[in-house]
């Protein structure tokens, strides 16, 4: 399974579990795309773009349950990307929970089960 990380607030977390799925925060729509990260990418993606914000959230997303939906790209850095070219169902979330750091500073995502 490979997994990928949407950090949203708890409005837009809310909205997904309410109506089951999520067509993406004001810069996805912007955009054309769901911008996710991976683990390793998740740390940096909160602190560039979500810096000073509280009641955070993450939700954990089985990137092969949206098929073709998801497109590796380059972006910061030239790092890939997953990006989803689709609503996010929240069938695809395999975990979620708010977000929280270790000692070091960096963000833990949220684990199944």
Excluded: C
């Excluded at 609503?87 to 500073?105: E, T, W």
């Amino acid at each position: 399974m490979s997994i990928a990380y949407k950090v949203l607030t708890a409005e837009q977390m809310a909205t997904l579990q309410r109506e089951g799925s999520f067509a993406g925060a004001p810069i996805d729509l912007a955009d054309g795309y769901i911008h996710l990260s991976t683990a390793a990418q998740l740390t940096e993606t909160v602190d560039k773009h979500f810096a000073g914000q509280t009641d955070l959230w993450v939700a954990a997303v089985d990137l092969d349950a949206l098929g073709d939906a998801v497109t590796w790209e380059p972006s910061r850095g030239g790092q890939l990307f997953p990006h989803i070219y689709a609503a996010l169902p929240v069938a695809a979330v395999i975990a979620q929970g708010p977000l929280r750091r270790d000692n070091s500073g960096q963000v833990v995502p949220p684990m199944a089960g």
